[in-house]
């Protein structure tokens, strides 16, 4: 089998798997308990907050587990917004779990302002100032666009929102950004920050928010006052371990030149397909994924069809999958042709170069057969 879906979740690295063993079957202890079992799994888990921050140039205090990503941004999105006055603003291209947040807030009468995006998938970022004021309070862009790979300048973006009003919370998804490009939070300035374990290679279920010292945050789940009060619930220390031993080995493996020169040889086989768009082609992209689209086919059909030759790819993102059409493509101005023919693919710091070869192959014929309607 040939996988290249690896933005919309990693095959669990071996050196996970055995953290989660250790854990469940020898620390599986309560981290709040204080007898030795409980303090080893304490310890456990401050060895991994103290990994995973030192990756993101946080301190350890600044990173909070959640359950997933998901979960990060309903926090940062709902707490961020904390007094609900004044005004939110988020980027048109935000991955549901912000995006949906955002308009249920709407929903519930608050101001909340859409910035536009470009056709890469990018926020415009001449409309994201223009709908920022001195009543803003929240702002959230993505890092990385799980759509289309592109890079939204965090920094840039922060400094300038914060120039309007220095008190903008400024909040970044990260989860496409971690561990594929700058995530230094130092470095980008920004309040809040969500990663999310199973993007590299850690299982599903783990997440963290990053939340910087300098600002005054609220919990969003109560109860036991686990993760120094602001995050209750017993944690879990096997996904939390295994997040950090995961990371380690992303770390480890991920080459940056080396997924350069995949891209490079990705983008010639794609350019051999009839009617080929490759989406945000020129935006500053991780090279992690890459977004394209063969006019006149049918993504769904052509992913069944690679699947049955053992090629797995993706279609824009599995969770939007869920409700039919692309947002992110539809508001970054694509026509519904172009939509209904997006595929994505996505890879992993070990992904091969026949691999590619191979999947771009089977990608182009499978086109052609669709093309010329000539399946089975
Ligand atoms: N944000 C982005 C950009 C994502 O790509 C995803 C998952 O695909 C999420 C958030 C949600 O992460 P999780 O699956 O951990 O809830």
Same mark, same amino acid.
């Given at each position: 089998?040939?996988?290249?879906?690896?933005?919309?979740?990693?095959?669990?690295?071996?050196?996970?798997?055995?953290?989660?063993?250790?854990?469940?079957?020898?620390?599986?202890?309560?981290?709040?308990?204080?007898?030795?079992?409980?303090?080893?799994?304490?310890?456990?888990?401050?060895?991994?907050?103290?990994?995973?921050?030192?990756?993101?140039?946080?301190?350890?205090?600044?990173?909070?587990?959640?359950?997933?990503?998901?979960?990060?941004?309903?926090?940062?999105?709902?707490?961020?917004?904390?007094?609900?006055?004044?005004?939110?603003?988020?980027?048109?291209?935000?991955?549901?779990?912000?995006?949906?947040?955002?308009?249920?807030?709407?929903?519930?009468?608050?101001?909340?302002?859409?910035?536009?995006?470009?056709?890469?998938?990018?926020?415009?970022?001449?409309? #994201?100032? @223009? %709908?920022?004021?001195?009543?803003?309070?929240?702002?959230?862009? !993505?890092? &990385?666009?799980? +759509? /289309?790979?592109?890079?939204?300048?965090?920094?840039?973006?922060?400094?300038?929102?914060?120039?309007?009003?220095?008190?903008?919370?400024?909040?970044?998804?990260?989860?496409?950004?971690?561990?594929?490009?700058?995530?230094?939070?130092?470095?980008?300035?920004?309040?809040?920050?969500?990663?999310?374990?199973?993007?590299?290679?850690?299982?599903?279920?783990?997440?963290?928010?990053?939340?910087?010292?300098?600002?005054?945050?609220?919990?969003?789940?109560?109860?036991?006052?686990?993760?120094?009060?602001?995050?209750?619930?017993?944690?879990?220390?096997?996904?939390?371990?295994?997040?950090?031993?995961?990371?380690?080995?992303?770390?480890?493996?991920?080459?940056?030149?080396?997924?350069?020169? #995949?891209? @490079? %040889?990705?983008?010639?086989?794609?350019?051999?397909?009839?009617? !080929?768009? &490759?989406?945000? +082609? /020129?935006?500053?992209?991780?090279?992690?994924?890459?977004?394209?689209?063969?006019?006149?086919?049918?993504?769904?059909?052509?992913?069944?069809?690679?699947?049955?030759?053992?090629?797995?790819?993706?279609?824009?993102?599995?969770?939007?999958?869920?409700?039919?059409?692309?947002?992110?493509?539809?508001?970054?101005?694509?026509?519904?042709?172009?939509?209904?023919?997006?595929?994505?693919?996505?890879?992993?710091?070990?992904?091969?170069?026949?691999?590619?070869?191979?999947?771009?192959?089977?990608?182009?014929?499978?086109?052609?057969?669709?093309?010329?309607?000539?399946?089975?």
């Amino acid at each position: 089998m040939i996988y290249l879906d690896n933005a919309a979740t990693m095959p669990v690295y071996k050196e996970a798997v055995e953290a989660i063993n250790q854990v469940l079957t020898a620390d599986f202890y309560n981290p709040s308990s204080t007898y030795p079992g409980g303090i080893r799994a304490k310890k456990l888990i401050s060895e991994a907050r103290t990994t995973l921050a030192s990756m993101l140039e946080c301190r350890p205090e600044e990173l909070y587990f959640t359950s997933c990503a998901t979960e990060s941004n309903n926090w940062a999105v709902n707490c961020g917004f904390r007094n609900k006055k004044g005004n939110i603003v988020v980027g048109g291209g935000e991955h549901s779990s912000v995006y949906e947040c955002a308009k249920e807030l709407k929903n519930k009468g608050f101001d909340v302002r859409f910035a536009k995006i470009d056709s890469s998938g990018l926020v415009n970022a001449d409309s #994201l100032l @223009s %709908v920022t004021d001195r009543n803003t309070c929240f702002v959230s862009v !993505m890092h &990385v666009s799980n +759509e /289309t790979g592109a890079i939204n300048d965090i920094a840039a973006l922060t400094k300038a929102v914060k120039a309007k009003n220095p008190k903008i919370i400024f909040h970044a998804d990260g989860v496409q950004a971690f561990l594929k490009t700058d995530c230094s939070v130092k470095r980008s300035g920004v309040d809040l920050y969500s990663i999310s374990g199973h993007k590299t290679g850690a299982p599903k279920g783990i997440g963290a928010l990053f939340v910087s010292s300098k600002m005054s945050f609220r919990p969003f789940i109560f109860g036991g006052g686990q993760e120094n009060g602001m995050r209750s619930g017993t944690e879990n220390v096997s996904g939390i371990v295994a997040f950090a031993a995961a990371a380690k080995k992303y770390r480890e493996l991920f080459d940056a030149g080396r997924i350069k020169e #995949l891209n @490079s %040889v990705l983008l010639c086989e794609l350019k051999k397909i009839e009617r !080929m768009t &490759v989406i945000a +082609e /020129t935006a500053p992209r991780t090279g992690m994924i890459t977004s394209f689209s063969a006019a006149g086919t049918k993504s769904e059909i052509i992913q069944s069809m690679c699947a049955d030759e053992g090629v797995i790819i993706g279609r824009g993102s599995a969770c939007s999958s869920r409700h039919g059409g692309n947002r992110v493509l539809s508001e970054a101005g694509f026509d519904a042709r172009t939509i209904d023919g997006a595929l994505r693919l996505s890879l992993s710091p070990e992904t091969q170069k026949e691999e590619i070869i191979k999947a771009v192959a089977v990608i182009a014929a499978n086109i052609e057969k669709l093309r010329g309607n000539r399946i089975g």
